[in-house]
């Protein structure tokens, strides 16, 4: 059945910026049916009932209707099998926001294998996402999607000896976030004839899981923000508060403006 919503997914949803992004929209507008995408539908649950067992969360109370949807985005029988559920349930789909990645760290460093591993997460699996649901998006009246990428793939900033990141290495992170932010590219230019809005975001160097406890407690010594601020940012651009940062050549910043290609 249709809905009267504005029809959501996030993926990789169930922690850090896609969690907090989810809160933010569902405290935002009680318009919206937010699917909140995860690798299995235990730790999608569980994320979803954390929340809403909160005594008190910053922002207010959730206004939103949530959902857990599993989506694996290696996994092209659960990225097609999520679309299916989409499409019988909603008809359509309004806004993609392809969250989920990752940072291989591993004991023994093999740069082939890491950067397989990695863009098979950060690059195809936007792509095969995306491609998967691009018949329900061309069915809303509004769609969006946004890439959740990094400044950490501006080339420009790579090249620029006043960056203060320019001596981290992260080289195949770096390049899988390039690659994501040429789809992003590719997209806008490709979706611009049938009205669909698409960008690449930065959340800047947050708080969460994606290097592991231990990497979580590197981020936070060093300065990292709360995830909470980039699941903000990131719910203004879903909610079209961005657009004239949307509309730049470059990539949507957590804190406004855009960062160079």
């Known amino acids: 059945m249709a809905s009267d919503k504005t029809v959501i997914l996030i993926t990789g949803a169930n922690g850090g910026i896609g ?12 318009c919206l049916h937010i699917l909140l995408g995860a690798r299995s539908l235990e730790k999608g649950q569980k994320a979803l009932d954390e929340i809403r067992s909160s005594p008190s969360l910053p922002g207010g109370e959730l206004k939103s209707a949530i959902s857990v949807v599993q989506i694996e985005v290696t996994d092209q029988a659960s990225i097609l099998a999520a679309r299916d559920h989409v499409a019988a349930t909603f008809a359509r789909l309004d ?8 940072i291989v760290i591993k004991p023994e460093y093999d740069t082939l294998a890491d950067a397989r591993e990695t863009f098979e997460t950060n690059v195809f699996g936007p792509l095969a996402v995306t491609e998967a649901f691009e018949p ?6 509004s769609p969006r999607v946004v890439h959740v990428s990094s400044e950490q793939g501006s080339v420009s900033l790579r090249l620029d000896p006043a960056y203060p990141s320019v001596n981290v290495r992260g080289d195949t992170y770096r390049m899988s976030k390039a690659a994501l932010n040429m789809l992003a590219a590719c997209h806008r230019h490709n979706f611009a004839d049938w009205g669909c809005k698409v960008c690449a975001f930065n959340p800047g160097f947050c708080v969460t899981n994606l290097t592991g406890p231990r990497g979580r407690e590197m981020r936070i010594k060093g300065g990292a923000r709360p995830a909470r601020d980039a699941g903000l940012a990131l719910a203004e651009v879903v909610l ?16 406004g403006g855009v960062k160079p290609w």
């Not at 809160?23 to 935002?28: K, S």
């Not at 806004?95 to 990752?102: C, E, T």
């Not at 079209?240 to 804190?255: T, Y």
Request: hydrophobic letters at 50%; proline letters at 0%.
């Open 19 to 30: 969690l907090e992004a989810v809160v933010a929209l569902a405290q935002a507008s009680a």
């Open 95 to 102: 806004v993609l926001v392809n969250n989920a990645g990752i």
């Open 136 to 141: 329900l998006l061309r069915k809303s009246s």
């Open 240 to 255: 079209g508060k961005r657009d004239e940062d949307v509309e730049k050549s470059g990539i949507v910043d957590v804190d």
